[in-house]
């Protein structure tokens, strides 16, 4: 779930110790197990529902900031962690996954009307589902035979989309919690310099001259 092209993988640096994918999603999904095995004991504080929505909401976030930083950090820091970019996008799907669902069934009960209510009269909700559905194809099309189906090029301007979809999470959280504590800030600060740094690089590449082919020998 990254804009980046597949060819981009070629490229190699730092390559931190390798451990088996599956691994990250198990350890990924330690937080939700936490989270729900806390919520069936009642262990969640005063107010258990929105505990467990944030929480979840929040760790979807986290694993979209890591996906987006998987680039970066190999441009700059040299550290390759490419191999874990999908896992850490699909991670982040799951997470929005468990984050809706517990919206809608634990604190809606499937009351579609309610629920229709809010996403046209809270923006925090219009936003969180626009934000979801982007989300969407992008993991359908985390993975290989997408790549081949679409093509590298059509394949890596959907995968843009990921963009779209961490402005809109930010904003999420910045208006579900409305007092603007300092995490929200700290995290929209994140993917703002995050989105700035591929921005900046895009700019640069393009104005930057070009190196000319030397000439061929007469």
């Avoid at 930083?69 to 190999?74: F, G, K, S």
């Avoid at 009307?113 to 194809?137: E, H, N």
């Avoid at 993917?191 to 900046?200: D, E, F, P």
Wanted: net charge positive; glycine share 6%.
């Amino acid at each position: 779930m990254d804009a980046r092209s597949p060819r981009g993988a070629a490229k190699s640096g730092f390559a931190v110790p390798q451990v088996p994918k599956i691994a990250l999603y198990l350890v990924g999904l330690i937080p939700a197990a936490w989270l729900f095995y806390h919520g069936i004991n009642d262990n969640l504080g005063a107010d258990p529902m929105r505990y467990l929505e944030q929480s979840l909401g929040l760790w979807a976030l986290r694993f979209l900031v890591a996906t987006l930083a998987v680039t970066p950090l190999r441009q700059i820091l040299n550290v390759n962690l490419l191999r874990y970019r999908r896992a850490l996008g699909l991670l982040c799907f799951y997470y929005a996954v468990l984050h809706l669902t517990t919206y809608l069934v634990l604190d809606q009960g499937l009351d579609f009307a309610a629920i229709w209510a809010d996403i046209v009269k809270r923006p925090y909700i219009t936003i969180g589902m626009a934000t979801f559905i982007i989300l969407i194809p992008l993991a359908a099309t985390s993975n290989n035979a997408a790549i081949r189906r679409l093509g590298g090029q059509v394949w890596a301007k959907i995968h843009r989309l990921v963009y779209v979809a961490a402005i809109g999470a930010v904003l999420h959280f910045l208006l579900v919690v409305k007092s603007w504590p300092p995490e929200p800030l700290v995290y929209t600060a994140i993917v703002l310099a995050l989105l700035g740094y591929r921005l900046i690089r895009s700019l640069y590449r393009k104005i930057a001259p070009q190196p000319r082919s030397p000439r061929r020998a007469a």
